[in-house]
């Protein structure tokens, strides 16, 4: 099984900055990456698929990057609404494996 | 517009079967195009697969759960089914239903239901 791996566990940073999260997959995944974001009491929402395609109606200051086994999510500038909890999953192989989470907290 | 919605008890006494029925509107489940779902979070924890099935009725299972877990699909009423049997309290989560979309590198958990809390007590 491809064991995913964020970090931080916890990003804490300021409304209108960026942030950064990280994913490291065990092995290669090649760009089967997806990025899903979920607010407390709600169900995840995909955000980015295939590493860096942002899935419909997501904002343009969600970005992704990577292949392999090393993979970024990038929000340009945070907004409120952003603050969550972010998970990624490989889909490289059967039936798929997410991360543990990052949480964004307000600094 | 899509949606799911889980239906089902919220709690279920330990060694008996938890049932859950996803509705799916908005949308065919026997488009060729989607894998549907199940996965759980516990609370305050991470995601876990479940299971996953293709119109056909094709399944799909995490092989730690698969001695337990059965899902179903009903194309004549739109739905999709989970059975868990032998319950315990490790099984109190809450449990979404989601449909996948299919794409060259594999499958995506595109939309997803609201979820609903099963609770294993006595």
């Known amino acids: 099984e491809i064991v995913m791996t964020q970090s931080p566990a916890t990003l804490s940073v300021s409304p209108g900055e960026r942030a950064t999260l990280s994913c490291r997959a065990s092995?290669?995944?090649?760009?089967?990456l997806a990025w899903y974001q979920q607010k407390p009491g709600q169900a995840p929402r995909l955000l980015i698929y295939?590493?860096?395609t942002r899935a419909t109606g997501i904002p343009a200051r969600f970005s992704g990057s990577g292949s392999g086994t090393e993979f970024t999510l990038t929000i340009s500038s945070l907004q409120s609404e952003d603050f969550a909890v972010y998970y990624c999953?490989?889909?490289?192989?059967?039936?798929?494996?997410f991360g543990q989470g990052t949480k964004l907290e307000i600094k | 517009q899509l949606q799911l919605q889980e239906s089902g008890p919220g709690l279920v006494k330990p060694s008996e079967t938890l049932s859950l029925t996803c509705t799916v509107s908005?949308?065919?489940?026997?488009?060729?195009?989607?894998?549907w779902g199940w996965i759980r979070q516990p609370p305050g924890k991470g995601l876990e697969w479940i299971g996953s099935?293709?119109?056909?009725?094709?399944?799909y299972y995490n092989p730690s759960l698969k001695s337990r877990v059965t899902i179903s699909v009903d194309t004549s009423k739109n739905q999709f089914s989970l059975k868990l049997s032998s319950v315990t309290a490790a099984d109190t989560a809450v449990y979404y239903c989601?449909?996948?979309?299919?794409?060259?590198?594999?499958?995506?958990?595109?939309?997803w239901g609201q979820g609903t809390l099963v609770t294993v007590s006595s």
């Open positions: 295939g590493a860096s």
């Open positions: 999953q490989q889909y490289n192989n059967w039936p798929g494996t």
């Open positions: 092995q290669s995944v090649s760009s089967n």
């Open positions: 989601a449909r996948l979309m299919i794409t060259f590198g594999g499958v995506i958990w595109a939309e």
């Open positions: 099935i293709y119109y056909s009725g094709s399944t």
């Open positions: 908005g949308g065919s489940i026997s488009s060729s195009s989607y894998y």
